[in-house]
């Protein structure tokens, strides 16, 4: 009888740990997904703001030069270039406080992983 009790309870056992595999390797993969769709959006998104934004640096600094060359000529030239050189360097201070700011992927799947955890371990 011992025996029997000692096979259900391992069946048992074995099959709740199943499970638990099983769960946690959905939520990883709903989260890959997640992450993979995210970036792909975020990547497009990019793309079209970055054409979009040098077509229209292109476009003002052209205007810019027809219109100031006859007053200022090379000093224009030297303004544009410290004015885009600062905008630059804004763009990568922002875009690193982003990236240091942002929420790291598959922080559910570790939480989750903890929560098991703490509930297994006494």
């Given amino acids: 009888m011992a025996e029997q009790d000692f096979s259900n309870t391992s069946r ?3 099959a709740a740990t199943l499970d638990l595999i099983s769960d946690h390797a959905e939520l990883f993969v709903l989260e890959l997904q997640e992450q993979k769709r995210h970036s792909s959006q975020q990547l497009l998104w990019l793309g079209i703001t ?5 077509m229209l640096f292109l476009l003002l600094n052209a205007l810019l030069i027809v ?5 200022y000529d090379y000093l224009l030239l030297i303004a544009m270039s410290i004015f885009y050189a600062c905008s630059g360097l804004f763009c990568i201070w922002r875009l690193k ?5 942002a929420q790291p992927p ?12 703490e509930q297994l371990l006494p």
């Fill in 67 to 71: 219109l100031l060359w006859d007053r």
């Fill in 50 to 54: 970055a054409a979009c934004a040098f």
């Fill in 97 to 101: 406080s982003a990236h240091n700011h």
């Fill in 12 to 14: 048992r056992l074995g």
């Fill in 106 to 117: 598959f922080s559910a799947s570790l939480q989750e992983l903890k929560k098991t955890k």
